[in-house]
């Protein structure tokens, strides 16, 4: 076996149905005074509910949480937290409320503890990220690693069918590069495997039954799964041109994720055997990368990125941003075979090497 070295860092967790109750009293284990309730515009009707739920200990609640997590609205929200004297935030939504809570934490040190209602995974990692003048930066820092992560799936029975499946996806993702990472180890891609293997069963099952209990509580499972992974290892290719094209031309987060990551899996799949077979046994299908677009096809996501609203004249300054930083990839950066992986995922093509 390789050699590796492996140091956990996760937040605590919380996980079952019905758990959003124990609230007050995680907010209460922290020391903490007056949280402030994080959202999204679309959520602030369930974040008002959080705060009455938190009765004395709320501050309020800032609901303007959007993706990408600009940097004005980050500034905002801090200034918000200073001025309404919070000494904690809970973020509940997705991953652009945790985002948010990260931007808060990053500069203020306010402990966040997040409640997340979709599949992102971004609570259990110390990654954050700011868009400013167009451009997506992102980096680790202890301080925005939520101290605590309540999983109720009840919270998920209302996310629509399409955001469930795209967000599922987007998990996906975390899990399959961390199976190719450089600093990966048999930890985790034990629970990278169970984590791809819970949500690809998981997902068709809440597609045909959105009320299915069972199937939201193994999709957060393995949503929670693909977050660990994404905390503790590097990732590769396909989050770079993610990011790059989320940040750059501001597309829909989830939805880039599903239709790039069977082209970058693709792309590496030759210089990544034992990340392969992990994930063909995960999907029980022998070829991954075109099993996950089959996957999206079948459960009504994104397959083309011309379709949700990539301008095909931006997909050179894609990859020349992707080749502009290097970063640790199991295959070469190569413009050329970049631009190409590009045009297909554009075109919604069969993923190639």
Same mark, same amino acid.
């Given at each position: 076996?390789?050699?590796?070295?492996?140091?956990?860092?996760?937040?605590?967790?919380?996980?079952?149905?019905?758990?959003?109750?124990?609230?007050?009293?995680?907010?209460?284990?922290?020391?903490?005074?007056?949280?402030?309730?994080?959202?999204?515009?679309?959520?602030?009707?369930?974040?008002?509910?959080?705060?009455?739920?938190?009765?004395?200990?709320?501050?309020?609640?800032?609901?303007?949480?959007?993706?990408?997590?600009?940097?004005?609205?980050?500034?905002?929200?801090?200034?918000?937290?200073?001025?309404?004297?919070?000494?904690?935030?809970?973020?509940?939504?997705?991953?652009?409320?945790?985002?948010?809570?990260?931007?808060?934490?990053?500069?203020?040190g306010l402990p966040i503890i997040a409640v997340p209602?979709?599949?992102?995974?971004?609570?259990?990692?110390?990654?954050?990220?700011?868009?400013?003048?167009?451009?997506?930066?992102?980096?680790?820092?202890?301080?925005?690693?939520?101290?605590?992560?309540?999983?109720?799936?009840?919270?998920?029975?209302?996310?629509?069918?399409?955001?469930?499946?795209?967000?599922?996806?987007?998990?996906?993702?975390?899990?399959?590069?961390?199976?190719?990472?450089?600093?990966?180890?048999?930890?985790?891609?034990?629970?990278?495997?169970?984590?791809?293997?819970?949500?690809?069963?998981?997902?068709?099952?809440?597609?045909?039954?959105?009320?299915?209990?069972?199937?939201?509580?193994?999709?957060?499972?393995?949503?929670?799964?693909?977050?660990?992974?994404?905390?503790?290892?590097?990732?590769?290719?396909?989050?770079?041109?993610?990011?790059?094209?989320?940040?750059?031309?501001?597309?829909?987060?989830?939805?880039?994720?599903?239709?790039?990551?069977?082209?970058?899996? &693709?792309?590496? !799949? %030759?210089? =990544?055997? *034992?990340?392969? +077979? #992990?994930?063909?046994? $995960?999907?029980? &299908?022998?070829? !991954? %990368?075109? =099993?996950? *677009?089959?996957? +999206? #096809?079948?459960?009504? $996501?994104?397959? &083309?990125?011309?379709?949700?609203?990539?301008?095909?004249?931006?997909?050179?300054?894609?990859?020349?941003?992707?080749?502009?930083?290097?970063?640790?990839?199991?295959?070469?950066?190569?413009?050329?075979?970049?631009?190409?992986?590009?045009?297909?995922?554009?075109?919604?093509?069969?993923?190639?090497?």
């Open positions: 076996m390789t050699p590796f070295t492996f140091q956990a860092r996760l937040p605590r967790v919380v996980f079952g149905p019905g758990t959003l109750e124990q609230l007050p009293a995680e907010v209460e284990r922290l020391g903490a005074a007056k949280a402030l309730v994080l959202s999204t515009p679309d959520q602030q009707a369930q974040a008002q509910r959080v705060a009455d739920m938190l009765g004395a200990r709320s501050a309020g609640v800032f609901a303007r949480a959007v993706m990408h997590v600009p940097v004005e609205t980050a500034r905002e929200a801090r200034e918000q937290a200073r001025r309404l004297g919070a000494d904690c935030a809970v973020a509940i939504g997705g991953g652009s409320t945790t985002g948010l809570g990260k931007a808060i934490a990053l500069d203020s209602t979709t599949y992102a995974g971004s609570e259990m990692t110390p990654i954050y990220g700011l868009t400013e003048g167009g451009i997506k930066k992102t980096g680790r820092d202890a301080r925005v690693l939520p101290r605590t992560v309540i999983y109720d799936p009840r919270l998920t029975l209302t996310l629509p069918v399409g955001l469930s499946v795209s967000s599922g996806l987007n998990a996906i993702a975390h899990a399959a590069e961390g199976l190719y990472a450089h600093n990966g180890n048999p930890i985790l891609s034990l629970m990278a495997e169970d984590g791809i293997r819970a949500l690809a069963q998981a997902l068709p099952a809440l597609h045909r039954d959105p009320s299915d209990l069972a199937a939201r509580s193994d999709a957060l499972y393995g949503a929670w799964l693909c977050g660990v992974v994404l905390g503790n290892g590097a990732m590769g290719l396909h989050h770079k041109l993610c990011h790059t094209l989320g940040g750059s031309f501001n597309l829909p987060h989830a939805e880039v994720h599903t239709v790039v990551l069977p082209h970058a899996l &693709a792309y590496n !799949a %030759p210089n =990544a055997p *034992q990340a392969m +077979a #992990a994930l063909s046994r $995960a999907l029980d &299908a022998p070829d !991954a %990368p075109l =099993a996950l *677009q089959q996957l +999206a #096809a079948r459960l009504g $996501a994104p397959t &083309a990125l011309k379709d949700i609203g990539m301008p095909a004249d931006g997909l050179d300054r894609v990859a020349d941003l992707a080749v502009s930083a290097p970063y640790p990839n199991p295959r070469p950066l190569e413009r050329a075979a970049l631009r190409a992986l590009l045009q297909r995922a554009w075109d919604g093509s069969a993923p190639t090497p």
